[in-house]
């Protein structure tokens, strides 16, 4: 009997294995190529600029395709009609439109289809933020939290949003202060010196773009006055943090509508994971297919003017026992990521940019013999940012 139970969970087991096919939701397999608006239109002196998208299937090699060639423009209540251009694929902008804060305002846009299909948003009234009054950070344990100030003297905002830009200075560990040229008359071996302020590959600068939704509201209080308000929070061995650190925090002011928007696509793309969080709901903004009301359309059109405030954080002011990443760690450890090039092998290590020169040595009778090489990933900082000092950026 004991043979015949093994013999048979062994058999379960296989038939079990061999019967399993991979199931692929309908919602998934469907066709999403579904419309996805980005964008404000802006009242103040800024540019009014709407990225247009399309999404793709989830299994799809690209995330999102721009919706490139439409016809996108900002209407009024009193039919006043502005035009945006598309200055990249799938980013529409205009000057400042100069448009008052006491009208009402919607986007029209004609896509790019066979059909022309015409989505339209609401008529929304226009929400204009404060001033930020400040952007500070405090000092946690593991790290920084950064936050925002701000309030209302009117009591009128109520329902605020904010997305925020880091940028970063980093160095790499070796230092080229030479450039190899092929000059004949010249001889073999030649060197100038670099360009530091155009051409310095040790100095670069790196960037990143939010991708959270921050939100806050002050409707239950008396008055209207974010205190701290919990912006990002950037980890103590956090790279970005090793020289200097900058983040530039942007101020919006919502309705309640738009409010309740970002608040419910929040909790559906960053607060699901357990059984515990929030359970997913569908996230309805103002845009509709006027031809087709069940089509679904992403995103949400909203009116009003930004504020935006830049601090920065040099690392001499952080505490001593923070140790932040150092991705050229790696260099000061690898035997190979320097090399003695003798004038002979100038060419084959040099001028196929393989090493950079960092410095001349010679012989015990002052005769010029080679240079020393950095290896291009520990000495060429352009491999992972941009040598351009930022137009913003302070030292």
Known sequence: MKKIVYITGITLTALLFSCREAYTPPQITANSNYLVVEGLINT?????????????????????????HAIVTVESDANAVYPLKEITPGTYASAPLGLSSTAKYRLRIIANTNTHTTYLSDFVPVKNSPPIDSVGYTLQPDGLQIYANTHDATNNTRYYRWDFS?????RTFY???????????QGPGYLMYRDLVN????????????TDIVLASSAKLTQDVMYQAPITFVASNAE????RYSINVKQYALTEDAFNFWQLLKKNTEQLGSIF??????????????????????????????QQKRIYISNTVLPTSWVPLDSYFSCSTDPTSQMDVPIRNYATYFYTGQYLPLAP???NFGVL??????????????????NKKPPFWKD
């Not at 709407?50 to 721009?66: D, E």
């Not at 051409?199 to 939010?210: A, L, T």
């Open 44 to 68: 103040g002196t800024d540019s009014t600029i709407f990225k247009l998208s399309r999404t793709v299937r989830l299994y799809a090699k690209t995330t999102t395709q721009n919706e490139t």
């Open 166 to 170: 880091e940028a970063w200075e980093f």
């Open 175 to 185: 230092n080229s202060v030479y450039i190899p040229v092929l000059d004949p008359a």
């Open 199 to 210: 051409n310095n590959v040790n100095i670069c600068w790196n960037n990143v773009y939010s």
């Open 240 to 243: 970005k943090l090793r020289i």
């Open 277 to 306: 969080d929030a359970q997913p709901s569908e996230v309805k903004g103002n845009i509709h297919n006027i031809s087709d009301a069940s089509e679904p359309v992403f995103g949400y059109v909203s009116a009003g003017t930004i």
């Open 361 to 363: 040595y010679f012989d």
């Open 369 to 386: 013999v080679g240079y020393v090489g950095g290896i291009r990933e520990c000495t060429d900082c352009t491999l992972k940012g941009y």
